[in-house]
């Protein structure tokens, strides 16, 4: 086995490699792709001062991660297609400049505008108090930079590219959280697989809650565009996405000041656990899937968020251990997780684009696959045991 790797950051090691690129060389050989590279680089100026940016492309799909932001992916480029979203934050924003407590515990969203970030991990969904803790939005992971950063080369059989990326979200008197992220991509490939170990350093068991925020825009979501997820049941949050639930699968036009629609799956997995969630054109020629491991993020949302588009036309495919909701009530269903001292939890998932349309029909067929002769129950109404507007 051929593996190159290089520290790109160490804080106990005292090691920071403020930028640099790699290319391809006589030793540096991938054999899927002539035209993978590799550059980091930090930002300068602004509210992104100081935001690391490593791009990695290999040779067909290039995505560029934010350390400094969770590990967060900012955006891509797979051919000719861009894989964002135009979020009113235009840039990436350093967390120095994010104040979580900002607008009643929403200030998570004055840095929002990855294509891929995570929500978590002591506490994810809106924010309120859990019995003497004041939460904010979506929890701290999103905004805490990696204190360790390795990149690997694989030279042997296809070759791959690998960033691994370390996060700690610890507090004193709080919980100890240890996000050991993995990125990984096959030269030449149009996917990338993204492995999470969640590790409790904490000398008490502790509630887990994670999702991942998989924010997407055009040219995927469009008037006409729909999304497909093989699931047993599907339910509104809210009345508002009871309103649109007839259509909950097809997107509309931007509409300024439309109001949110946010819709609750259970979804179905093959025998190994993994499922698929499909997000496809208008013209079924272009797409974007979520693979997911079913098992270990048993909980999917679809966030229809279709605005103007300077307000940030979007739509969000989710995987989470549990859904978006405030923690005590996802605690009182059962959906977070107790993760014991020195335990990991492990997720998986991929993102994979299609640009013809034969592709994108083999995506369908997975989820017609899974789905299978099961049909999905959907609920007219928010579910108590989903929603909190269940209850009412």
Sequence with gaps: MSMFSWILTDVDAGVHRDSGELHPSAELVLAGASNWSVHWKTLRGGLSDGVEVIELNNGSLSLSVLPTRGMGIWKGRFHELPLEWKSPVERPVHPHY??????????WLHGFNELL???????SGPPGVDGRESLTMHGRIANLPAHRLELRIDTDGAGSLELIGTVDECSMFGPRWRMTSTLRMVAGSNACEIIDE???LGGQSAELSYLYHINIGRPFLEPCATYA????????RDDRAAAGID???VYGAPVAGFAEQVYYHAPLGDSDGWSVAVLANADN???IAVHFHAKQLPSFTVWKNTVAEVDGYV???EPGVNFPNFRAFERQHGRLPLIKPGQTYRCELALEVADTSLAVRQM???????QGSTEPAIHRRPLARLSPAGER
Excluded at 98 to 107: E, F, H, I, K, P
Excluded at 117 to 123: L, V
Excluded at 230 to 235: D, T
Excluded at 364 to 370: F, G, I, P, S, T
């Design 247 to 249: 259509a909950c699968y």
């Design 229 to 236: 997820l093989p699931c047993r049941e599907i339910a509104p």
């Design 364 to 370: 369908h067929e997975r989820v017609k696959r899974l």
């Design 315 to 317: 739509t969000g495919l």
């Design 117 to 123: 970030c995570r929500c978590g991990i002591a506490f």
């Design 98 to 107: 994010v104040n979580l407590q900002d607008r009643g515990g929403l200030g």
């Design 198 to 200: 969640l590790t409790n």
């Design 285 to 287: 020629n272009a797409a």
